[in-house]
């Protein structure tokens, strides 16, 4: 029995790089769709909802109301400007005193609002448009607002950037796995292939099949589990160098850790399941075409 043992070190380093570089790769992704969502979130969570009011609102009628939309639960933030405050940056942003000007403050007091990002997860952007339109009822029929306005394309685009991405990594992903079980299974049928006189042996005094690809699966755990650790290794020192190259990322914020923790988590479940479940199927495969 011990001549149908598999030598990790030997015949089977290249299904431990396969699963390495597989599961490198997946790493990335995964770290790469988290980074996409959190400055898709980020982004969207800036992006301003300007609340006109009406001109002849009173500082308490505008304090009560900023109370009443910062109560609203999707709602993250509220700045209240004064039509006085309104001038002063309009004002700046020309570089002239435009009311010393005309004579008088044509611009309107204003509410501005900024949203939870998860007020508006939806891929379809008829879904958005729904979401962003209940907070336009919701806040307009507040006494003493006239409308809502926001850049409904900015919007749009940010969420459309977050879902292309997402859905490329998946099919990318899926097409790694893909190519991790034909590598692994190839690599096994060659082991199989080398010990075929010993397994014929095995079979003829009766082994079980069971009994005949337990060593292989034994093994194949272990290969799953070595290479998925130095996947994430290989990661992690890959995301210090970048860290440092590209400091303004911040990549390795407290915030990060526990969902790098989790990718390192999936990466070695994964691993040990493709690699089990590739050698059990060219293992099968194999004695039940050399019965």
Known sequence: MSKSKVNLWETHTSTVLSITLVMFLLGLCLMVEYHIYRATHDMQERITFKVDLTADITDEDAAQLKQTIEAIPYVKHVD?????QAAEIFSEDLDDDFVGFIGYNPLYPSMMVNLRADYMPEARAEARAESIARFSDDVSSLENVIGVAYQENIVNELNDVFYKATWFLIVFMALLVLISILMIRSTISIAL??????IRTMQLVGAKSGFIAHPFLTRSIWYGLLGALIAILVLAIATGIFNQSLGGLDLLAPTHMLWYAGIAGIII???????YFSTLSAVMRYLHNNR
Not at 193 to 198: F, I, K, P, V
């Open 269 to 275: 479940i994964l691993g040990i399941v493709l690699s």
């Open 193 to 198: 292939y080398a010990q075929r006189e010993t």
């Open 80 to 84: 209240y400007i004064s039509r006085q």
